[in-house]
């Protein structure tokens, strides 16, 4: 496996900065081992698509990314911060957006993302501490929210509550996107959100890593499409993608690196 990225101004090759970087992972959840000595670098940028099939373990590889969940065995680190060692500096890192959504039923849209930015600045910061109520009406006009933000998030539909999520990220603008599911419940006018946030977070050095049963996304050309089953990391899509390179099928080692496209 060979990295792809050029030093500026020369032929040799520079080492990319890893988004991602995993060793030897596994994940046990009872007595199941849902993931299986995972090894996966991905590096800063770039736009990952996991598939597989239901509890093949996609939400459980990014509620450990997010530090949710700890690792049985092995390791990893975001941004070069150590799962386990420098949580705080993870999570400050990431941004998680569940199948749901993960508001707060009981408040408005607006005062889900007003608490978001307020449990951001006592956690230590980043973009979403320090939203203003411009940039909060921004995010909910940006993803068609803006006539519902005084309206209880429990008389929203499931895409509503999905469009709430993706204003969450908007807002805070994490380093590395965690999407699990994001086109679920969502009309296509919101797929095609989907895709064009997505886009313009690559566009602005972001990494997404998105968990997705959907195939028929062609704007997006993600960088990789990856597969999850039986706990391994297999290569999935790959023809349609622009830029991967990876283990050899059955093995559960990858890499998706070089240079961030623009």
């Known amino acids: 496996m060979t990295e792809r990225g050029q030093a500026a101004g020369g032929g040799a090759t520079a080492p990319a900065l890893l988004a991602v970087s995993l060793r030897g992972l596994t994940r046990r959840l009872g007595g199941e081992l849902v993931l299986r000595g995972l090894d996966l670098d991905i590096a800063a940028g770039r736009v990952v698509v996991l598939r597989g099939s239901n509890g093949a373990g996609k939400t459980t590889l990014l509620k450990v990314l997010t530090t949710r969940l700890r690792p049985t065995t092995g390791g990893g680190a975001v941004f070069g911060n150590d799962l386990l060692r420098q949580a705080d500096d993870v999570r400050a890192s990431v941004g998680f957006l569940g199948v749901h959504g993960g508001n707060y039923p009981m408040l ?143 093995t559960s080692g990858f890499r998706v690196t070089g240079s961030a496209t623009s």
Do not use: C, Q
């Open 108 to 250: 408005t849209a607006r005062e889900n993302l007003v608490l978001a930015a307020a449990l951001a600045a006592a956690s230590g910061g980043g973009p979403l501490a320090v939203a203003g109520d411009s940039a909060v009406d921004e995010a909910l006009t940006l993803v068609g929210l803006a006539d519902a933000s005084r309206k209880l998030v429990r008389t929203f539909s499931s895409g509503m509550k999905k469009r709430l999520g993706l204003a969450r990220m908007v807002l805070g603008d994490p380093r590395l996107w965690l999407l699990d599911e994001p086109y679920a419940a969502l009309d296509e006018d919101a797929k095609e959100l989907v895709d064009r946030l997505v886009i313009e977070a690559r566009l602005r050095g972001r990494t997404v890593l998105m968990a997705s049963h959907e195939s028929d996304r062609t704007e997006l050309a993600p960088d990789a499409v990856l597969r999850l089953e039986g706990g391994r990391i297999y290569a999935g899509g790959l023809g349609a993608a622009r830029d991967a390179t990876s283990g050899s099928p059955g």
